[in-house]
């Protein structure tokens, strides 16, 4: 047969279509009009055997930049940070790399011993009480929060920074069309959220404060000083989307008042991998433990008194509580959850903090050297490991400049924020070195002066 990797014959077709008591293919799909169907032959190369295909994949594969050939500066939500090898190692094991839904406790204590560490470091970092077993990635995580808060409060206002990725954004406003509810953005200001258009915008119908530490700028915002805006208003909650490696230095939301805390554990052991699967987080107060969406397990003993895992709130919105649902997500990362909690282990309490240090470090080392080769910062303020620099010329111009010299450039600003042309955000982790950031001022410098 010379396409292995379709084992569909004729005779197999047929075998099914008389099972369900169908003549033909035609008389399958007969119940569809006949004006909404397509007639033709779809616009598609004629198929090849399957060394030829490999051949060609593999060169179409050939033309991306990746990682291990290139010094990339690019984040924007995507990081190239180190993963220890026992990561994939882990993960590639048969119990878990096929693991789904573990509802058999009995059969499941690995993979449900693995989301209640997940859980456990997640609550560690953020300083918070409750994390579920993860959702699809830290978009999806933010637009939870804000229907939870909605529906929480009973309010249908709801306050987004500007300096939160606007990805996320796009993904709130995709939410809250479902649920109605009224998003508010307001502006930045130097980097760093407008506290006196805060102060104005927020009232009594106010859900919850949507923010992000650091945020998309690569700044550190004030927590304390929203969270004291914010509780002017009683019942309005303070929801923060963080990156949970900055959070290894960075003092948690959860001590300067945050509600909910969400993110995404891609900087903890899975590969940039062309922008997914992420792995989303939540985590929140005790008191909204039945709200959360998804599962969250839980340890307890069994009837000999020996240490066991099971899952003990599960939002199966679908079959229960519907009416008070604020969420249908019933599923998760399970196996990334599993990747980030081997990496987080792996790198240990001490490793974690150091890791964020570098990336601090670096960062500013960085800075430095843009600012020799004027080119400086757009904001003054704090940040982690991402800084905006203002460049004389259009940002898509000089990263296919930068390629020529296999370097993968910063995010271009102006693709989500029109009013900052030729600015670009740059990203610094610990495993960049000081001659790939040096070579990089050098191909900055050498395109600024052509």
């Known amino acids: 047969m010379e396409f292995r990797y379709l084992p569909m014959t004729e005779r197999d077709k047929q075998e099914m279509l008389d099972v369900i008591g169908v003549d033909s293919t035609e008389e399958l799909f007969s119940d569809i009009p006949d004006n909404v169907r397509f007639k033709g032959e779809l616009n598609l190369k004629k198929p090849a055997n399957e060394a030829s295909l490999k051949k060609e994949l593999a060169g179409m594969a050939a033309k991306n930049a990746n990682l291990s050939e290139y010094s990339s500066f690019l984040g924007a939500g995507v990081y190239d940070h180190y993963i220890p090898s026992v990561v994939d190692h882990v993960i590639s094991r048969s119990e ?39 959702v699809y990635d830290g978009g999806t995580a933010l637009a939870e929060a804000v229907t939870l808060s909605a529906g929480q409060t009973k309010r249908d206002k709801i306050i987004v920074s500007k300096t939160v990725h606007p990805e996320s954004r796009a993904v709130i406003h995709t939410y809250a069309k479902g649920q109605n509810l009224k998003i508010v953005e307001i502006d930045y200001k130097d980097g760093q959220t407008d506290l006196d258009q805060l102060r104005n915008e927020i009232d009594d119908n106010t859900a919850g404060v949507v923010v992000q530490y650091p945020n998309f700028f690569g700044q550190i915002e004030p ?114 959850a599993l990747a980030s909690s081997v990496a987080i282990t792996s790198i240990g309490k001490q490793g974690l903090r150091k890791m964020a240090v570098l990336n601090m470090q670096k960062a500013r080392y960085l800075k430095q050297q843009l600012e020799k080769a004027g080119f400086p910062a757009t904001f003054d303020g704090p940040f982690f490991n991402e800084l905006t620099v203002k460049l004389p010329e259009n940002v898509t111009n000089v990263n296919e400049k930068l390629l020529d010299s296999r370097i993968i450039g910063g995010y271009d600003l102006a693709k989500a924020y029109p009013e900052l042309e030729g600015h670009m955000l740059i990203a610094v ?20 002066g052509e």
Do not use: W
């Open 96 to 134: 878990f790399y096929t693991a789904y839904t573990p509802y058999q406790p009995e059969i499941s204590q690995g993979e449900l011993q693995a989301i209640f560490e997940f859980q456990t470091m997640i609550c560690e970092l953020t300083g918070m009480e409750v994390a579920n077993s993860s």
């Open 429 to 448: 982790t610990e495993i960049r070195t000081k001659a790939e950031m040096d070579t990089f001022v050098k191909e900055l410098g050498d395109i600024h």
């Open 223 to 336: 927590l304390q000083e929203i969270n004291s805006i914010i509780r002017q208003q009683k019942k309005t909650m303070f929801i923060t989307s963080s990156n949970p490696l900055a959070l290894g230095y960075l003092t948690p939301p959860g001590d300067f008042g945050a509600d909910i805390v969400v993110g995404d554990t891609q900087v903890f052991g899975i590969p940039a991998q062309f922008g997914g699967p992420h792995c989303g987080y939540f985590a929140t107060t005790d008191k909204l433990k039945r709200k959360v969406p998804g599962r969250l397990v839980g340890q307890t003993t069994d009837e000999e008194g020996e240490r066991g895992f099971v899952l003990t709130l599960q939002a199966r919105e679908q079959h229960i509580r519907r009416d008070k649902a604020t969420s249908n997500i019933c599923s998760n990362q399970a196996l990334n």
